[in-house]
Every structure is written in structure tokens, then in C-alpha cells.
Nanobody
Framework: QVQLMESGGGLVQAGGSLRLSCTAS?????????GAWYRQAPGQERELVAS???????DYAETVKGRFSISRDVNWRMVYLQMNNLKPEDTAVYSC?????????WGQGTQVTVSS
């Protein structure tokens, strides 16, 4: 099965930047359809932050448009989330997801904390 691991989280001041990485390992049974980043703050529901399809289409949550950018490598081994102009309300655990034909895979998450 596919295993995902996030990295790149940490503590940053408001206005700063971070780049999150999602690394896929293990056997990929079929082509990846979509990769995505989600986030969840304490006591809040998990929300979709950004996604990218095999065709290159990207989509973003309204709260991060113009600040975040999702990208991937050619063989879907890596999915990135570049986060610029970070705000305290961006503080959350960020998790990546990849979807192939008939299955979806999740990482364990990485903490992002933005201080005022």
C-alpha cells in the first residue's frame, strides 16, 4: 500500500513562509487521481486547503487563495504546499492525501503554528 509522510511544519511568525512536503512510499497500485492538503485546528472540523489533479488542475480554499500553492513531482512521489504570508488563523495540523483508483491514503500530519 501507499504510505504518506508529511514534513516541513514548525513555528513561524505571522507574515512568514513554510513549505510542507508529502512523501509517498510503498507500491502504488494504480495512477494517482488527485493529491490534496487538509488542515484541522483543535476543536474544529478538518477542512480541505488545496488539491491538484493528474491533469494539473488546482483548487484552493477561499481563506488561502493567493497565499498558498500546491504542486507535485512528475511521478506523484512528492506533493508540496508552499505557504506564504502566514496568519495566526493558519495554525493547525496539516495532513496530505492521495487518491488512486479505488483507494485513498492519508499521512499522520505535521504541526504548523503561526505566532502573532
Amino acid at each position: 500500500q501507499v504510505q504518506l509522510m508529511e514534513s516541513g511544519g514548525g513555528l513561524v511568525q505571522a507574515g512568514g513562509s513554510l513549505r510542507l512536503s508529502c512523501t509517498a512510499s510503498g507500491r502504488i497500485p494504480s495512477g494517482i487521481i488527485v493529491g490534496a492538503w487538509y488542515r484541522q485546528a483543535p476543536g474544529q472540523e478538518r477542512e480541505l486547503v488545496a488539491s491538484i489533479t493528474a491533469g494539473g488542475h488546482t483548487d484552493y480554499a477561499e481563506t488561502v487563495k493567493g497565499r498558498f500553492s500546491i504542486s507535485r513531482d512528475v511521478n506523484w512521489r512528492m506533493v508540496y504546499l508552499q505557504m506564504n504570508n502566514l496568519k495566526p488563523e493558519d495554525t493547525a495540523v496539516y495532513s496530505c492525501k492521495m487518491v488512486n483508483r479505488g483507494a485513498q491514503y492519508w499521512g499522520q500530519g505535521t504541526q504548523v503554528t503561526v505566532s502573532s
